[in-house]
């Protein structure tokens, strides 16, 4: 399976997301650099089918199936859109994700599943005080649980602190077991992973460059314009589910979706 990316932006101007294409597949981990705060989030929606892009297009397999994407990809720690509140207990987080994977989902069937894992001892902590590889292993296995994933998108591991190369282990064993993988990083993140050469890490939009970080673009008139707030869903259940467009939320198939 290849996802690629062909020139998509997002907001007026390309606040939201500048104009990027990528490109990942089966079997392989690749990083893309985003920067300020809701970039990330915005090129992790775009890549797995769940927000439209105002430019340019998503395929999969040189195919545009959003429904196809949402099905398939698993958006995995995405800030304010599918990353679990920092108070909740691990086990209570884990319960949840076995719930929408169709599985036992009871306290006892949490503390098993992570047991099994190697983070029994973990069960109670919340979950914004695991350890950051730690957090993208439960976090990436829980996602795979579902039944059709053949991709994740990993949306900035580098915010909860940590040396890269912990949770960058962790998207090369997933890779090495048949999954295509995307992580989103920032800038600081990304030059380390480029530096660390044991790892051959690919940037899977080209060789770093400095982004324009544009807080407010110039109106035709000289005025200026503060939009390119990229689009919320607020009505969070499942937060796999659901496509963002640029005007308003669609639910064309939740069926599958992530």
Known sequence: MRITLHEVSKGRGGQALPTTSLEFHTGAVRF?????EQRPAVLGLIASGRMRPETGR???DGATDNRMLRR????????DVSDP?????????????????????TPLHARRWLNQLGYGELASVPIGNVDPAARVRILCELA????????IVLVAPDRHGGSPDGWWRIAMEFADRGYAMLVIVGGSAAVALERMQEFDAV?????????????HAEEPDGSVSEDGEADRDET???????????????????????
């Open 72 to 79: 398939t990809v698993a958006l995995v720690d995405a800030p």
């Open 203 to 215: 940037n899977a939009s080209g060789p770093i460059a400095p982004l324009t970080l544009d807080t």
């Open 144 to 151: 795979v649980l579902r039944d059709g994933t053949q991709a």
């Open 85 to 105: 509140h920092p108070d909740i207990a691990l086990a209570g987080v884990v319960g949840e994700e076995l719930m929408f994977a169709g599985l036992g989902a």
């Open 236 to 258: 969070r259940h499942d937060p796999h589910d659901a496509e963002l467009t640029a005007s308003d939320t669609e639910t064309e198939d939740e069926e599958g979706a992530r």
């Open 58 to 60: 998503v395929t999969i």
């Open 32 to 36: 893309a650099l985003a920067e300020t």
